[in-house]
DNA sequence: CGGTCCGTCTTGTCCGGACAATGTGACCTC
DNA sequence: GAGGTCACATTGTCCGGACAAGACGGACCG
């Protein structure tokens, strides 16, 4: 009965089939948008395809059109999915990177299958100068940990990490941190990270940073500053990092919300 | 009748009033997220403060609950506010910066009150080369537009900026490049920028490098190549960028989605 | 005094419906 | 044939209600 002929979101044998489980304590808008993240993601949606409207698509379900319309925003957001009104909502052209992790060097060094490796060089607590003072937002001369680390990938350094953080948050153990990367004890210890504001530029290396990363003095070096906040807003960690540019660059996805 | 005190929103003389237009065109619930962002932004919800509970706040606005949500929840995914529940809804702790719109060197100085200038040393079309090709997901060999631009402040270059763009979506001219940024430019054409894809590094400058950037050989440079895509997901721009290191340094907010 | 249970508060999820805004395509008119 | 007009499809906004889930405080009991 369809006056116009639309480009169908079809598979080789008819519509793709989505389900959901009410017994599951799982929300069921989320597990819709589980769903169709997949079949994006296996390309059983095509870029460009059409999602079908989602009057029927809720029927099809047997959930409501705001359930049905809470998946798809979540996607949206997530830059899989377009919306347009009068015309539907429809995958987009190109693959999406996913908006990429809060990046930590352990993390991408591991996946990068490179193996890292720490090497503890100081683990105590100082008091915070004015710059450590205002990146955190606490007062001049409060106590902060002071973590110092050289990574290290197949066994040839890497980044020189300098790490400061608010008193009594976290016990870091020397143990621990030559076996993981700081942001995972942060999670573990029930730290849920929220964002992070930073700061990346370059600089020639001093004799001292030379020889420590093992570049002649002059060499380029990349350089960040980053202060991470927890959901609530606080600052939980400032960081300043010398990477050696010939080993490592930063990749990472930027989102704009008009 | 409240059984329990609860650290209200309060300011001198009250909680603070919100009201909506019924009349406006815009929503009704951007109408309230706009008010309840320039109360935290100017101090009028203090930081870690309770909203009220949503059903009352609903009330006393004359709206529904699922409104009021929709405008807290935009503020949400901004990150200035937080909800527990059981709780309420509170203001995070810490001023946030904004997300940091996608950066364009261009307003980057403008905004740090710097005069850009641009002198336009290229501006043709050209084939797609491999590297091209595959960031534009295009085929190699295509007609790309290219522009390669001098970037200065005060007089002084800033940085080397080459773009490649698809054949056929936007006219460049020669005098605009010089008087703007090519981001305004896309937008005031149409384009909506959607996410970027970025990658930075560092490198020693090469002789050219250096002379056109007024650095001597075996300077520390910063290197930036950065794929943007519009709001369907198609690759709109490719940029290859070369920074003098002693001039400027990226500064960007990340956000975790968990 | 301490631990457990329970009630209450708040947000989370979900439903069904209604009307408005907008882009598309077909139709009609000139 | 060209242009404007109109109906239609689809998403956008908004409402009112209902129950569930989690968190906190206080009461109760050992």
């Known amino acids: 009965m369809g006056k116009r002929d639309t480009e169908q979101a079809l598979g080789a044998d008819g519509p793709v089939q989505f389900s959901v489980d009410r017994s599951s304590p799982v929300p069921l808008y989320f597990q819709l948008s589980q769903q169709l993240e997949a079949a994006i993601e296996h390309g059983k949606l095509a870029p460009g395809s059409l999602l079908g409207n989602e009057i029927e698509l809720a029927g099809r379900l047997g959930l409501s059109r ?37 990046s930590s060097l352990y993390d991408d060094l591991e996946a990068a299958g490179q193996k890292p490796a720490t090497r503890v060089l100081l683990n105590t607590t100082t008091e915070a100068d004015a710059e450590v003072a205002a990146a955190l937002g606490i007062a001049e001369g409060a106590e902060v940990a002071l973590v110092e680390r050289l990574r ?17 948050l976290i016990e870091l153990k020397t143990a621990e941190l030559e076996e993981t990367g700081l942001y995972r004890l942060m999670r573990s210890a029930g730290i849920t990270l929220h964002s992070a504001r930073q700061a990346v530029g370059a600089r020639a290396a001093t004799v001292e940073e030379g020889e420590r990363l093992d570049e002649p003095e002059g060499a ?9 906040f927890d959901d609530t807003g606080r600052a ?3 960081g300043s990092h010398v990477y050696r540019a010939s080993r490592y660059a930063f990749e990472f996805q930027l989102l704009v919300r008009p």
Chains 1, 2 share one sequence.
């Open 152 to 168: 290290l990938a197949h066994g040839e350094p890497v980044a020189h990490l300098r790490n400061h953080l608010p008193a009594g």
């Open 236 to 238: 939980v960690e400032f």
């Open 66 to 102: 705001p359930t049905v319309r809470q998946a798809i925003q979540s996607l949206v957001d997530k830059g899989l999915l377009v919306r347009r009104r009068g015309i539907g909502t429809q995958v987009v052209h190109s693959q999406v990177k996913r908006p990429l992790e809060l």
């Open 220 to 228: 380029p070096l990349l350089t960040m500053q980053r202060t991470t």
